[in-house]
């Protein structure tokens, strides 16, 4: 007979705690293909997810790394929906990245988009950083480009990804380095604080 006793716990406020919005200024990601082992969540006997924090880390291939994206950050949004039926609800996570070129580097990572599934670890406001794509689940990726309207209009070049996962956005909190398009980024992270990108 499988426990079924419940796994859900008190959700506390702190009057008075800040929530800032938003996501900051750099995403990173790579191709799913690149990474050979992931971070896990937790799950009990019955499948359930005991927390939205994986444990462990990104293991890519030898040659590979993270690259970046630098977005406009009031134009640019992380949400997370409910889709399915029950009992098999899960959630849709949805990242929209404004990049503000239009250029030829642009255009490529459009073609290149298309045609990658893509994993994507973006950065909130309070220090977190999420993960947007899973290694069972589709992740699909579509590029726009608007040249404006006008000496006042806004270019540029839109980034929008969905991508189903066991809760909103996972929270990845890996004390270390990895290596990215611009050298290495540090991530640190405690139980006290959260993790930041930090560019040495």
């Known amino acids: 007979m499988p426990d079924c006793s419940s796994i859900q716990k008190s959700l506390a406020?702190?009057?008075?705690?800040?929530?800032?919005?938003?996501?900051?200024r750099r995403l990173y990601f790579t191709a799913r293909a690149n990474i050979l082992s992931w971070p896990t969540l937790g799950k009990d006997a019955n499948g359930r997810v005991l927390s939205a924090a994986y444990d462990g880390?990104?293991?890519?291939?030898?040659?590979k790394e993270w690259l970046y994206i630098d977005i406009i950050p009031d134009k640019s949004q992380l949400t997370s929906e409910a889709q399915g039926e029950y009992p098999a609800q899960s959630q849709l996570n949805k990242l929209v990245a404004f990049h503000p070129g239009i250029g030829i580097d642009a255009a490529?990572?459009?073609?290149?988009?298309n045609n990658n599934e893509t994993v994507f670890l973006v950065e909130d406001m309070g220090g977190n950083t999420r993960v947007v794509g899973h290694k069972d689940y589709p992740i699909k990726v579509t590029v726009s480009q608007d040249g404006g309207q006008g000496i006042t209009g806004s270019a540029g070049t839109t980034i929008t990804v969905e991508a189903s996962d066991d809760v909103p956005a996972p929270f990845y909190h890996y004390a270390g380095f990895f290596s990215t398009g611009d050298g290495q980024a540090a991530m640190y992270a405690t139980e006290a604080t959260p993790n930041t990108f930090t560019q040495i």
């Not at 406020?13 to 900051?24: D, F, L, M, S, T």
């Not at 490529?108 to 988009?113: D, E, H, K, L, R």
Request: charge should be neutral.
């Open 13 to 24: 406020w702190c009057q008075g705690r800040p929530q800032y919005a938003g996501i900051r």
């Open 57 to 63: 880390e990104f293991v890519l291939a030898a040659d």
């Open 108 to 113: 490529a990572a459009a073609a290149w988009f």
